[in-house]
């Protein structure tokens, strides 16, 4: 595969930024399937301003070290192991719910912890 470098344009401020070819490498070995939407100083001030927030999107967690808003927790039980367990989400009859640990066990693996 051949990378040259490409002109994009910034989301935030409409400024015009090489993604060079290193970057582009990275990006592939990484697994990221899309370019950048940011210049690199939009890109490293949306970070400080996540980083700011404690790591939240607007307040709402995401995983990336803030803590979740409260939401509804539902009762449910294990389909694989019968254990009680409570989810994010109302159950259905139609579907399995699974407790966390048998989620884990049969959850398919991520792109990224097949390299």
Same mark, same amino acid.
Do not use: H
């Given at each position: 595969?051949?990378?040259?470098?490409?002109?994009?344009? +910034? =989301?935030?401020? *409409?400024?015009?930024?090489?993604?060079?070819? &290193?970057?582009?490498?990275?990006?592939?070995?990484? %697994? !990221?399937?899309?370019?950048?939407?940011?210049?690199?100083? +939009? =890109?490293?001030? *949306?970070?400080?301003?996540?980083?700011?927030? &404690?790591?939240?999107?607007?307040?709402?967690?995401? %995983? !990336?070290?803030?803590?979740?808003?409260?939401?509804?927790?539902?009762?449910?039980?294990?389909?694989?192991?019968?254990?009680?367990?409570?989810?994010?989400?109302?159950?259905?009859?139609?579907?399995?719910?699974?407790?966390?640990?048998?989620?884990?066990?049969?959850?398919?693996?991520?792109?990224?912890?097949?390299?």
């Amino acid at each position: 595969m051949s990378f040259v470098d490409k002109t994009l344009t +910034c =989301r935030d401020c *409409n400024a015009e930024f090489v993604f060079t070819i &290193g970057e582009q490498e990275f990006y592939v070995e990484k %697994g !990221f399937t899309n370019e950048p939407s940011r210049c690199p100083d +939009c =890109r490293r001030a *949306n970070k400080a301003r996540r980083n700011a927030d &404690g790591g939240n999107f607007g307040g709402g967690g995401g %995983g !990336f070290g803030g803590q979740r808003q409260d939401r509804p927790m539902y009762d449910a039980i294990c389909s694989e192991c019968g254990k009680d367990t409570r989810v994010p989400f109302q159950p259905k009859p139609d579907r399995p719910v699974y407790c966390n640990d048998c989620f884990q066990a049969n959850r398919p693996p991520r792109q990224y912890d097949r390299f």
